[in-house]
C-alpha cells in the first residue's frame, strides 16, 4: 500500500469517522451496529483504495460502503435477533432559526453524553464513537485494562438502548445544560491528554488532538453558543504552548522558563479571538475565565512580567463561578507571585486541611517551590519529597527529582 | 413507544413530618404532573407506609422453608413511598415530566426511572 492511501485513509479516520459513525446510526437506528459497521468500511478503505484509487470525497464513499454493510447483516436474521432493542427514532428537528444545525455527529455526541450516563461512561462512547479511538486506546488513556474499559463501552451502549436514550439533539430549552455536560467530557479528555497521568510522556498528544477537533467541531455546528467558543479558545491558548512545554531531553519546563518564541503565535491570536468573541455582552463563565488567564499568559513578554493582579483578579472571579481547591491553589500560587512567597506560602496553608487535596502533587510542589525562593532548604526538600512520591508521571518525576537535589546541595552548601 | 416505571423514594419520617399546607402543595404538584402526563400515566399509586404496612415473604436461608416477616425486602432509611407507570417515547420525555414531581426537589427523596423489559 502506498504512503498516500495510508495518510488518506487516516486523515479520512480523523475527519470523517464521526460522520460516517453517526449518519449510519441515523439510517439503522442501531449505535453498535454502525460502530462494527464503521470500523468495516475503513479497513475496506485500506484495501480497496490501493487498487482503485483514492475517491474524490472519502467520505462519502466510507459512508456508503458502512450503509451496504449494514444492509447487508441487517438481512441476515442472527443480526436481527442479536440486535438490541433500536435506538429511539428521529423527530423533527429544530431548524436552523432556532441557531440549530441538523446534522447526525450532534446527535450522536450528545446521546454519548447524556447525563444519564455515568461520567466515565460518557468520556469512554465519546472517545469509542465520536473521536473514533480503538478501545485498546481508550483503555490505556484512563489506565484501565482493556477489557474493563470493553465492558465498560458495551455497557453503556446497552444503557442507552435499553434505557430509550434519544439519538437527538436536546430540545432548546435544555440545550445549555446538556452542551455543558458535553464540554465537560471534551475538557477532561484535554485535560488527561495535556498532563498524562502516567508514564513516559508529560503528553498525550492524540487526547489532545481529539478533544480540539470535538471542540472545533462543536463550534462550527453550534457558533452560537459562547460556553463553546470560550473552550476551543482556552485548548488553542494552551496548546499554544506545546512546543515549550518539554525539553529536548524529554523535561518538563515550567511556564516561568518555557521559551516563549515557540509558542504558536497563530493560535494564540485565534483563541483571543474565540473568548472575546465568548465574553461579548455576556457574564463570564467557568472556560472563559480560564481561556482569559490563559490569554494573559500567552500575552506576557515574560514570566517576571506577567499581570500578576490581573491573573489573581480573574482566579478570584473563577472560585466564585467554580469553588473547588484545585482552583484555590491555583490562585494562591497566583498571590504568591503577586506579593512575594512569603504570601503565597500563607495563602496554601489552609489548602492543606483540605482532604481532595490531601494527595494532590501540585500543592506539594507548589509548597516546596515557596520554600525554596525562601531558602527554608530542609522544609522545601521535604516538600519536594511529599510531591514525588505522589507524582507517576515520569517528566514531571525528573523535574522534581532535579530541583531536590538543588536544594539539598543548598542545605548543604 | 416504551413503558417506564418511575418509583418514589423517600424519607418516611420526612413525609410524616409534613405540615397539612406542605401536603397541599405536594398534592398540587401532583396534580400538574397528572395533568402534564395526561395518557402518558398508565397507573400509579401512593403506598401505605412501609415501616407499617409492609410484608416480606421468602425462602430463609437455611431451610427450604418459605417465611413470611414483617418488613420491608431492603433495610434502608429511604422508602418506597409510590409509583407511577408512564408511557413515553423516550428516557428524555420522562425526564422531563419527572421533574414536575415535587419529591424530585425535596433535599431527602428522588425518583428512579426504570425502563421495563421489552422482549418483543
Redesign the interface.
Known sequence: MSDEVAAAVAEAHRSEWARVLATTAQLIRDLDLAEECTQDAFVQALQTWPKVGIPDRPGAWLTTTARNRARDLLRRETVMRRAL?ML?PR?PMPGPEDGLIDDDRLRLIFTCC?P?LSADARVALTLRLVCGLSTAEVARAFLVPEPTMAARITRAKKKIS?????Y?V??PE?LTERVRAVLDVVHLIFTTGHTAPIGADLMRQDLVDSAMDLARLLHVLMPREPEISALLGLFLLVDARRASRVSADGQLVLLAEQDRSLWDGQQISEGVALLTEALRGRPPTRYAIEAALAAVHAEAPSWQDTDWPEIVGLYDVLVQLWPNPVVALNRAVAIGMRDGPRAGLLELEPLLSEPALATYRYLSAARADFLRQLQRWQQAAEAYREALALTDNEVERAFLSGRLNEVIGSSLG | M?K?LVLIYGDAKEWDAMTPEQWEAHSAAHQAFSLAAGPRILGGEELASAAVAATTVRRTADSDRVTTTDGTFLETKEALGGFYMLE?????E??DLTRLLPEVHASHSAVE?R?V??HG
Do not use: F, N
Not at chain 1, 435499553?162 to 434519544?166: E, F, N, Q, T, V
Not at chain 2, 413515553?88 to 428524555?92: H, R
Open positions: 432493542p429511539v423527530e447524556h444519564a435499553l434505557a430509550g436514550i434519544p437527538r436536546p430540545a435544555h | 416504551a417506564y413515553a417515547s423516550d428516557l428524555d420522562v425526564l426511572i425502563p423489559a421489552d
